[in-house]
């Protein structure tokens, strides 16, 4: 009871002789959302404190009972003296202390039984629930072991884990168990964890492949390691002044994060990419974590300043095409990703609904039935707080009601279609049935995380891809000189003999071939495009985007294309491009995952279970180029970028646009002009739907009637102002709509 006394009293003597935590040149934007002065001087202070322990001790012993008896019987039944214990199957060392993977490169975590950190957070948390001191000193000892394990994959050039976990798990649970220990104790399980967080700087020693975590990326890997140092160590008298930089340095980094996350979510709630396999996995604890701790450690609820995670549950219902009962969800394909079949696990997507009811129920309470319904649609078997990353999670997420999620009936409605500003998504929906029909449109990005040149393309879904992103992310060439490229999305390309490949970033072990390939005709630029227009009703949404500055301007004058999507099942689209020289051929791209045929009179029928009919009615006379089929599905650039797998890559890569169809003017000119009618159908027996175009000095009409006997009139201006006249007149006669769409954005469509 002494030593106790005695160490809190230094804590406040600490306190009183720091007058302020930082210089003025550190007044920065963390500073606006730290009060670090208010920084808990007890512990523990990361994701709980004392005054949270009533309470999660309560759901220990109530809502989460069973799952209390089963961590506590895993906690028992790990050894007492926390032992070193490597899995030799997986790998082996040579003489000169290299490691030789046998099957498949791990993170160096995995080469344990025991990483030590994991083990540590669930013996820590147990003591904090019983108070048995049995758990206490399993805690420290598998604090040792995380210790023991940083060091010997540091020593042999791995890295540890892949998000930070290990490392977060073992300083939460010093921070839980450091009241309890001497000086000398909290110095021999502290330091060597400070240590390596600050050689696994991105300025530290260590030199191997690690992910080093900045504020417009994941919110993990080593920078943000920082902050939960700084957590577990400021004012614990072992190494004070490293901590205060850390926790300083990584409350900055987080503050940067949350505001880069504000603003590019833009109140749709896209989380940091496009890329879903990166923002509904791993991407959503960066915020959380943050949320957790300023609670815990500051006693601050910043949940009203940074409301990207409130808006997450919309990000995701629009781009889950469908959910399957194996756990699996279906997406787009859109940005850096792989397209073995565009379906991804939804692992963490029940937690992170979870995150967001806890942080947000209070004040948004009329928003977390659409929550809750959504955690409802997800399969039974995903239905679970993940506890493999962060076993203590269940516990703390203390506003999180489980029996709403059984027994909700909200209907959810996150309105007519999904806009990103800054990444330029546009997501769309005829409904969310098997066979309803799905697009997205790329307008005007101005982030480039994850994105590729794929300005002003689109992707059309029913049944199955009917247009789609071309080749895939991957470990070989094809990576970089293929799939980002604009040869690979339905876009537009102008060619240009011998234009530099724009830059992609390339993948681990890449090797210069010393060869030079050049640009097939796309983009060189992914954020210089502008979002001209966006206007929706319950019968159409009509979006347009000025590309051409994603162009060179050694080529491009003008690139713009007007989407508009006929609900349930039309989409009309009509560009104007103008390159410098008429010798610099201009090509409408559009990719097919099976081979298209040509049904005469400029259509073409593709069919992947559901079918997509293609009408060209701008050029009059269009010049075709089909391109594809064995040994030129991903022909651009002087040659033929094959996916890896050999003679059977086709069984692995299952959604990469085997086929395009390359439309162009018959004769080289300056300014080209393309409109396409595209219907998808369930049926491949569908036929076209009757359209016909009218042409005056300032204005290119098409005249379409649908399959319910709706008659539309789209006027496009030829030249000058971009613009669109809209008139809808349904079966009966009554004019629906009949209205100019100028050249704004609206903000009202998801209501």
Same mark, same amino acid.
């Given at each position: 009871?002494?030593?106790?006394?005695?160490?809190?009293?230094?804590?406040?003597?600490?306190?009183?002789?720091?007058?302020?935590?930082?210089s003025?040149?550190?007044?920065?934007?963390?500073?606006?959302?730290?009060?670090?002065?208010?920084?808990?001087?007890?512990?523990?202070?990361?994701?709980?404190?004392r005054?949270?322990?009533?309470?999660?001790?309560?759901?220990?012993?109530?809502?989460?009972?069973?799952?209390?008896?089963?961590?506590?019987?895993?906690?028992?039944?790990?050894?007492?003296?926390?032992?070193?214990?490597?899995?030799?199957?997986?790998?082996s060392?040579?003489?000169?202390?290299?490691?030789?993977?046998?099957?498949?490169?791990?993170h160096?975590?995995?080469?344990?039984?025991?990483?030590?950190?994991?083990?540590?957070?669930?013996?820590?948390?147990?003591?904090?629930?019983?108070?048995?001191?049995?758990?206490?000193?399993?805690?420290?000892? =598998?604090?040792?072991?995380? !210790? *023991?394990?940083?060091?010997?994959? @540091?020593?042999? $050039? #791995?890295?540890?884990? &892949?998000?930070g976990?290990?490392?977060?798990?073992?300083?939460?649970?010093?921070?839980?168990?450091?009241?309890?220990?001497?000086?000398?104790?909290?110095?021999?399980?502290?330091?060597?964890?400070?240590?390596?967080?600050?050689?696994?700087?991105?300025?530290?020693?260590?030199?191997?492949?690690?992910?080093?975590?900045?504020?417009?990326?994941?919110?993990?890997?080593?920078?943000?390691?920082?902050?939960?140092?700084g957590?577990?160590?400021?004012?614990?008298?072992?190494?004070?002044?490293?901590?205060?930089?850390m926790?300083?340095?990584?409350?900055?980094? =987080?503050?940067?994060?949350? !505001? *880069?996350?504000?603003?590019?979510? @833009?109140?749709? $709630? #896209?989380?940091?990419? &496009?890329?879903?396999?990166?923002?509904?996995?791993?991407?959503?604890?960066?915020?959380?974590?943050?949320?957790?701790?300023?609670?815990?450690?500051?006693?601050?609820?910043?949940?009203?300043?940074w409301?990207?995670?409130?808006?997450?549950?919309n990000?995701?219902?629009?781009?889950?095409?469908?959910?399957y009962p194996?756990?699996d969800?279906?997406?787009?394909?859109?940005?850096?990703?792989f397209?073995?079949?565009?379906?991804?696990?939804?692992?963490?997507?029940?937690?992170?609904?979870?995150?967001?009811?806890?942080?947000y129920?209070?004040?948004?309470?009329?928003?977390?039935?659409?929550v *809750?319904?959504?955690?409802?649609?997800?399969?039974?078997?995903?239905?679970?707080?993940?506890?493999?990353?962060?076993?203590?999670?269940p516990?703390?997420?203390?506003?999180?009601?489980?029996?709403?999620?059984?027994?909700?009936t909200?209907?959810?409605?996150?309105?007519?279609?999904?806009?990103?500003?800054?990444?330029?998504?546009?997501?769309?929906?005829?409904?969310?049935?098997?066979?309803?029909?799905?697009?997205?449109?790329?307008?005007?990005?101005?982030?480039?995380?994850?994105?590729?040149?794929?300005d002003?393309?689109?992707?059309?879904?029913?049944?199955?891809f009917?247009?789609?992103?071309?080749?895939?992310?991957?470990?070989?060439?094809?990576?970089?000189n293929?799939a980002?490229?604009?040869?690979?999305?339905?876009?537009?390309?102008?060619?240009?003999?011998?234009?530099?490949?724009?830059?992609?970033?390339?993948?681990?072990?890449?090797?210069?071939?010393?060869?030079?390939?050049?640009?097939?005709?796309?983009?060189?630029?992914?954020?210089?495009?502008?979002?001209?227009?966006?206007?929706?009703?319950?019968?159409?949404?009509?979006?347009?985007?000025?590309?051409?500055?994603?162009?060179?301007?050694?080529?491009?004058?003008?690139?713009?294309?007007?989407?508009v999507?006929?609900?349930?099942?039309?989409?009309?689209?009509?560009?104007?491009?103008?390159?410098?020289?008429?010798?610099?051929k201009?090509?409408?791209?559009?990719?097919?995952?099976?081979?298209p045929v040509?049904?005469?009179?400029?259509?073409?029928?593709?069919?992947?279970?559901?079918?997509?009919?293609?009408?060209?009615?701008?050029?009059?006379?269009?010049?075709?180029?089909?391109?594809?089929?064995?040994?030129?599905?991903?022909?651009?650039?002087?040659?033929?970028?094959?996916?890896?797998?050999?003679?059977?890559?086709?069984?692995?890569?299952?959604?990469?646009?085997?086929?395009?169809?390359?439309?162009?003017?018959?004769?080289?000119?300056?300014?080209?002009?393309?409109?396409?009618?595209?219907?998808?159908?369930?049926?491949?027996?569908?036929?076209?739907?009757?359209?016909?175009?009218?042409?005056?000095?300032?204005?290119?009409?098409?005249?379409?009637?649908?399959?319910?006997?709706?008659?539309?009139?789209?006027?496009?201006n030829?030249?000058?102002?971009?613009?669109?006249?809209?008139?809808?007149?349904?079966?009966?006669?009554?004019?629906?709509?009949?209205?100019?769409?100028?050249?704004?954005?609206?903000?009202?469509?998801?209501?």
């Amino acid at each position: 009871m002494l030593k106790k006394i005695i160490y809190c009293t230094a804590l406040m003597l600490y306190a009183l002789l720091v007058s302020s935590f930082g210089s003025a040149a550190d007044k920065n934007r963390s500073q606006e959302v730290i009060p670090w002065a208010d920084i808990r001087k007890d512990h523990p202070r990361i994701f709980l404190n004392r005054d949270m322990l009533p309470e999660i001790r309560s759901r220990a012993q109530g809502v989460l009972a069973q799952d209390f008896a089963r961590l506590k019987k895993e906690v028992d039944a790990l050894p007492l003296d926390a032992p070193v214990i490597l899995d030799h199957s997986l790998f082996s060392e040579t003489k000169d202390g290299k490691i030789k993977f046998k099957k498949q490169s791990v993170h160096g975590n995995k080469l344990f039984k025991y990483n030590g950190g994991e083990e540590a957070v669930k013996a820590a948390l147990v003591y904090l629930i019983t108070g048995e001191r049995v758990y206490l000193e399993k805690a420290v000892n =598998y604090i040792r072991l995380a !210790n *023991y394990v940083f060091q010997w994959t @540091a020593q042999r $050039g #791995l890295w540890v884990d &892949s998000i930070g976990q290990v490392r977060i798990n073992a300083l939460t649970a010093y921070d839980w168990v450091c009241s309890e220990l001497d000086t000398a104790q909290r110095k021999e399980l502290l330091m060597p964890m400070l240590d390596y967080i600050a050689k696994s700087q991105p300025d530290g020693e260590y030199t191997f492949r690690r992910s080093k975590g900045g504020p417009q990326s994941g919110g993990y890997g080593e920078r943000p390691l920082e902050w939960f140092a700084g957590l577990a160590g400021y004012g614990d008298g072992v190494d004070d002044a490293r901590a205060e930089g850390m926790l300083k340095r990584g409350g900055k980094l =987080y503050t940067d994060m949350m !505001n *880069y996350r504000e603003n590019i979510s @833009a109140g749709s $709630g #896209l989380l940091a990419a &496009s890329t879903v396999t990166y923002s509904f996995s791993t991407y959503p604890y960066g915020t959380f974590h943050f949320l957790h701790t300023l609670h815990s450690a500051f006693n601050q609820d910043v949940t009203g300043r940074w409301k990207q995670m409130l808006d997450y549950p919309n990000w995701f219902d629009w781009a889950a095409l469908k959910l399957y009962p194996d756990g699996d969800m279906l997406f787009h394909g859109i940005g850096d990703i792989f397209h073995t079949d565009n379906r991804a696990r939804t692992t963490y997507m029940y937690t992170h609904m979870a995150q967001v009811i806890h942080f947000y129920s209070d004040k948004y309470p009329k928003r977390m039935d659409a929550v *809750y319904a959504l955690q409802n649609r997800l399969p039974d078997n995903q239905k679970k707080i993940q506890v493999s990353l962060y076993p203590f999670l269940p516990y703390i997420l203390t506003k999180f009601n489980l029996d709403k999620v059984v027994n909700t009936t909200a209907h959810i409605d996150y309105g007519r279609y999904f806009y990103n500003s800054s990444f330029g998504l546009l997501l769309m929906r005829s409904g969310k049935g098997d066979d309803d029909t799905y697009a997205s449109f790329r307008f005007g990005a101005r982030q480039i995380n994850h994105q590729q040149y794929d300005d002003l393309s689109f992707i059309i879904y029913k049944k199955n891809f009917l247009a789609l992103d071309g080749g895939s992310r991957t470990e070989t060439y094809h990576h970089h000189n293929f799939a980002p490229q604009s040869v690979a999305h339905n876009t537009i390309l102008i060619h240009e003999p011998q234009e530099a490949m724009p830059h992609f970033w390339k993948a681990w072990g890449y090797k210069p071939d010393g060869k030079t390939y050049y640009n097939h005709g796309g983009q060189y630029k992914k954020d210089r495009g502008v979002a001209l227009a966006l206007h929706s009703t319950d019968d159409f949404i009509y979006a347009a985007g000025d590309g051409t500055k994603n162009y060179s301007e050694v080529k491009s004058k003008e690139v713009v294309r007007q989407f508009v999507y006929l609900k349930p099942n039309l989409f009309v689209i009509y560009d104007r491009v103008t390159s410098v020289r008429k010798d610099q051929k201009k090509e409408f791209l559009i990719r097919f995952q099976e081979e298209p045929v040509l049904l005469g009179n400029n259509q073409w029928k593709a069919t992947h279970d559901g079918t997509l009919l293609v009408s060209t009615l701008l050029p009059r006379s269009p010049s075709y180029n089909l391109v594809g089929g064995p040994g030129r599905e991903f022909e651009a650039s002087g040659q033929n970028w094959e996916l890896p797998g050999g003679a059977n890559w086709a069984d692995q890569f299952k959604t990469t646009g085997k086929w395009r169809l390359e439309i162009s003017d018959s004769e080289e000119q300056v300014n080209s002009t393309f409109l396409n009618v595209l219907q998808a159908a369930a049926s491949s027996t569908a036929t076209p739907v009757n359209k016909e175009l009218r042409q005056t000095a300032q204005h290119d009409i098409v005249t379409i009637v649908d399959e319910a006997g709706n008659k539309w009139e789209l006027s496009f201006n030829k030249k000058e102002e971009i613009g669109l006249h809209i008139r809808i007149e349904d079966k009966n006669g009554r004019i629906k709509h009949d209205k100019y769409l100028d050249n704004t954005i609206e903000t009202n469509g998801r209501k």
